[in-house]
T-cell receptor, first 116, second 112 residues
Framework: DGGITQSPKYLFRKEGQNVTLSCEQNLNHDAMYWYRQDPGQGLRLIYY???????QKGDIAEGYSVSREKKESFPLTVTSAQKNPTAFYLC???????????????FGPGTRLTVL | GENVEQHPSTLSVQEGDSAVIKCTYS??????FPWYKQELGKGPQLIID?????GEKKDQRIAVTLNKTAKHFSLHITETQPEDSAVYFC???????????FGKGTKLSVKP
């Protein structure tokens, strides 16, 4: 089965702890993304990566960090500096990002993070 | 940068009726407009998309229209069914990097 997997589905964290969310894709896509979803807020872009070893900040990158050491993996770390981390986190991928090309994004099933 | 507004935020229809969701965008250079359906607790799934060189696209009960002059696009669902109940997001591809900018979503409820 081709697609995007995210783990875990539910994650609980104590305040002050860092936590890493996993995202893996076997679609051979170059581009990967992390979004945060809050009720009534839609999807907001945290970080994106166009290619291995490269990533860019999105609209709400503060308190988050990412790495892209492998094409198929794009883990997101929610650090203790993120003031309000409780949310639903979605990972996505697309063939490329550039405006001139198809940019259909495929989403994973999401991880719901709750800070206790 | 690009800004996408989506209306209404909630929509309730009777089974068999039509549903229309509208979005406006600000960047006249945006060239790709997808619509996603998100069921509770799941990730969004692409249901239809349209590119700026096309005015309308249809796929069975779903259609999307684009008015580039007015910078708005709409999702039309005909003969709605209870399984159409979900949150729908529009998006526009804008910005120098070509990232998608999403609307805030419309919660559609189809009553049997």
């Amino acid at each position: 089965d081709g697609g995007i997997t995210q783990s875990p589905k539910y994650l609980f964290r104590k305040e002050g702890q860092n936590v890493t969310l996993s995202c893996e894709q076997n679609l051979n896509h170059d581009a990967m993304y992390w979004y945060r979803q809050d009720p009534g807020q839609g999807l907001r872009l945290i970080y994106y990566s166009q290619i291995v070893n490269d990533f860019q900040k999105g609209d709400i990158a503060e308190g988050y960090s990412v790495s892209r050491e492998k094409k198929e993996s794009f883990p997101l770390t929610v650090t203790s500096a993120q003031k309000n981390p409780t949310a639903f986190y979605l990972c996505a991928s697309s063939i490329v990002i550039q405006r001139e090309f198809n940019n259909e994004q495929f989403f994973g099933p999401g991880t719901r993070l709750t800070v206790l | 940068g690009e800004n996408v507004e989506q209306h209404p935020s909630t929509l309730s229809v009777q089974e068999g009726d039509s549903a229309v969701i509208k979005c406006t965008y600000s960047d006249s250079a945006s060239n790709y407009f997808p619509w996603y359906k998100q069921e509770l607790g799941k990730g969004p799934q692409l249901i239809i998309d349209i590119r700026s060189n096309v005015g309308e696209k249809k796929d069975q009960r779903i259609a999307v229209t684009l008015n580039k002059t007015a910078k708005h696009f709409s999702l039309h669902i005909t003969e709605t069914q209870p399984e159409d109940s979900a949150v729908y997001f529009c998006a526009a591809r804008g910005g120098s990097q070509g990232n998608l900018i999403f609307g805030k979503g419309t919660k559609l409820s189809v009553k049997p």
